[in-house]
């Protein structure tokens, strides 16, 4: 985005562009340091003219810029060339979201004619070979000294959107020609050559100006400044959602695979499977609140025109119904983690419930076997005529006190088991069908 001064009086939306200017947006996988240098806040670096005020309110969701460097047209080469085009002005910006999630933003000036058809063919080439895009000669992530995570290396994401603004002789084409005419070029920019149709399907024609879209590229003439750079505001949060959407629905597919394939043994290997799942659906769900639903209504700029490409770029691109698919995975998988934890809690309980019982019936079983012994010791350790000192315990002439010992225990637990027994029989099933309702007879006439 070129740099410019907000002008302190309320500036007209339409203008004129002498040079046609190109903006294309690339989504990048992976992560920065933390510690990554920022220049300053996006609504001062960039000319966003009476929008400013609304960007302002909403710094704390806007991505940040990292570097921001102006390079000669000269150093920076792509694969197949310019196609007969003029750079005369190069700067690339790499903007980051606050959820750190990275989109690269190569901002081109051109001299001289820019015809649809060659503008067409280098737009092809930067989408589709923007891995072999130079700066000097190295790759271009390289030149631009970033600063990435080891473990999670920076390239080229799946999500390319280029902004068409044009300016000279291609600008007064598409405003002033007949509707055949303008269909046909604006047709061969926004499917880069590649498809012809007769009426652009995302078309808004107001005289001065004129805004036409597809998945990949949009087209904007007649527009101001600023409002150029809010479109590529509203774009660049369009890829930074697309490219959220995408890893969020891989990540809920790993979360999914981790739940299946996770063995465990022990409680303790449970619960710490759970909390790491846990985790996962969490960052998902964050990923989803401000990682797209931040980007994809028209609380940032609300402004009618923004509002209209938005929406039109949103519906484009599918991003409503993938958010709400998303959403609804990830909602499946908090069912999944909370039936799992559930199931985990009620195995603990009924473990601790068994252990309970055991302890129980071995108190009960210890305390009816240590009775009896008891009183035969205190049988045999009173001073008492019937207890000869030279005859053994079990000696015959004890019997009755063996009997008078035990037997009461015995029939106790006698009693007790066929009380059980009885009991289990007359309970029934525990569950029993419900009664039929009787048919009710029909009212019978008077």
Known sequence: ???????????????????????????????????????????????FGRFALHLRSSEAVLPVPLPVATVEPGELRFSHGFHGLEPASVEIAVLATPRGDITLAMDCGFAGPTPAAALAEWLAATCFDRDQIMLGDRPLLTALGLRPVPSDPLAFGQNVHQLVFPGGELRDDLLNSEAAQRSLMLNEILYRGRMATT???????????????????????????HVENGLILVAVGMISALAVLQ????????????????????????????????????????????????????????????????????????????????????????????ARSAALDAELSERDDRRDRTVSVLVAIATLIAL????????????????????????????????????????LAVIGYVRIIRTGRRSGPLLTPPAPIPAQRPPTGS
């Not at 995302?202 to 003439?221: D, E, I």
Request: charged share 20%; hydrophobic share 40%; proline share 5%.
């Open 247 to 338: 890893r969020t629905r891989l990540a809920a597919f790993e979360t999914m695979r981790a739940n299946e394939q996770a063995s465990a043994s022990s409680p303790y290997e449970i619960r710490s499977l759970i909390s790491q799942l846990s985790t996962g659906v969490n960052e998902l769900q964050l990923d989803l609140a401000f990682g797209v639903e931040a980007y994809v209504d028209s609380l940032l700029i609300p402004e009618t025109v923004m509002e209209a490409f938005q929406s039109s770029l949103r519906d484009a691109l599918g991003i409503r119904d993938s958010l709400d698919n998303s959403a609804r995975m990830v909602e499946r998988l908090t069912s999944v983690i909370s």
């Open 1 to 47: 985005m070129i740099a410019g001064t907000s002008s302190s009086a309320a500036a007209l939306d339409s203008g004129t562009r002498e040079l046609t200017r190109v903006l294309m947006l690339f989504s990048l996988t992976g992560s920065l340091e933390e510690d990554r240098p920022s220049p300053g806040s996006l609504v001062d670096r960039f000319d």
């Open 199 to 225: 009426e652009p399907p995302n078309l808004r024609n107001h005289g001065s100006t004129l805004s036409a879209h597809g998945r990949g590229v949009s087209v904007h003439a007649g527009w101001a400044e």
């Open 372 to 411: 009896p012994p008891t009183l035969l010791l205190a049988f045999f350790g009173v001073n008492a005529t019937t207890v000869n000192d030279h005859r053994s315990i079990f000696d015959p002439r004890y019997l009755p006190a063996y009997l008078l010992a035990w037997v009461p225990f015995l029939v």
